[in-house]
């Protein structure tokens, strides 16, 4: 691990401010991620913030009927919260499904959704990567790709974002709140919080440099059966190969959201106009553009097989 700096901030503007004069600074919570990649040399910041201190950690009901989460809210908290567990119990088992019991105790929201990738290259830093050195190549392109994407991909990059969380969210329609360096505030769409890798993998959000995420929220709960059902190589402890959150209402309609496939939480909402339809058609919808490696391959029809599942599930 490198040299660096580290003091705390006094509020979400103070260490958003403090970023922003600081180039080549990284912000720290939970420190699940970070802190490994920084032993492994992948992330080197010159100097740490810490966040802890803040008071991002409450979920609060919304005046609409929402919810905001505080961006260190931790895991175990969020999935345990009744009104979580009550309205948008997709997300409390995605989390469930995610990580260790004491990972998840100290793992926060906002560091939930910037979770890098767990593609073995970007580890191996004896292996060309362009999420970790942008130009020198993706080793995976022709190497081992079982995990990798399939959808979403491009010649830089097929990586996928590793969070279960991410896709509830991103099928709930959450939206993320941030403070910027220069104080001001945005909410970002979920749907545009998480970037595909394109020619510049190494940008993996819209975050600018300095911002700070504060919270996630969520709008009204839309009802219908929730599920999140997480298919990987083993029963715990291990990133999807493929995952779904669905909602299904009454009627047969719903929302659908995959996992394991890309390089963000991948939704297709038009493809969600054939759920009444069946899964078939849904995932056709999904995977169109879909340029699968001969070893993932496999994904395509597994992520219709559990959208099956899923579907017949709700028909019980």
């Not at 979580?84 to 409390?92: F, G, I, T």
């Not at 081992?144 to 969210?169: E, F, K, N, W």
């Not at 969520?218 to 779904?244: C, E, N, T, W």
Request: aromatic content about 4%.
């Amino acid at each position: 691990m490198k040299p660096f700096t580290y003091e705390r901030a006094s509020s979400a503007a103070d260490a958003a401010d403090k970023a922003g004069r600081a180039p080549g600074s990284k912000f720290i919570a939970g420190g699940t991620n970070l802190l490994d990649l920084m032993k492994l040399q992948i992330e080197a910041p010159n100097h740490l913030i810490d966040i802890n201190g803040l008071d991002l950690d409450k979920i609060e009901s919304m005046p609409d009927g929402g919810l905001r989460i505080g961006a260190l809210v931790r895991n175990t908290d969020l999935a345990a919260d009744m009104r979580v567990r009550r309205d948008y119990a997709m997300l409390s088992r995605a989390l469930l499904a995610g990580a260790s019991g004491q990972l998840r105790n100290k793992a926060t929201t906002a560091g939930n959704l910037l979770q890098r990738t767990r593609c073995p290259y970007f580890y191996d830093t004896n292996m060309p990567c362009n999420k970790r050195q942008p130009g020198s190549g993706c080793s995976a392109i022709g190497g081992y790709t079982r995990q990798l994407g399939v959808v979403g991909v491009s010649d830089a990059c097929i990586a996928t974002h590793p969070s279960d969380m991410a896709v509830a969210m991103r099928a709930l329609d959450a939206t993320v709140e941030t403070v910027r360096a220069d104080k001001s505030s945005r909410a970002v769409p979920i749907a545009e919080f998480h970037r595909l890798p394109g020619d510049t993998p190494h940008i993996e959000t819209v975050l600018e440099p300095g911002e700070l995420i504060t919270a996630v929220t969520l709008p009204k709960a839309i009802g219908g059966k929730q599920y999140y059902r997480k298919v990987r190589d083993r029963a715990s402890y291990a990133f999807a190969l493929v995952s779904i959150a669905a909602v299904v209402q009454p009627d047969g309609s719903g929302r659908v959201a995959v996992g394991g496939i890309a390089h963000k939480p991948w939704r297709i909402e038009a493809a969600e106009t054939n759920m009444l339809r069946g899964a078939k058609p849904v995932a056709e919808q999904l995977l169109a553009d879909a340029r699968p490696t001969r070893a993932n391959a496999f994904k395509l029809p597994l992520v219709e097989r559990t959208l099956a599942a899923v579907l017949a599930e709700a028909r019980t």
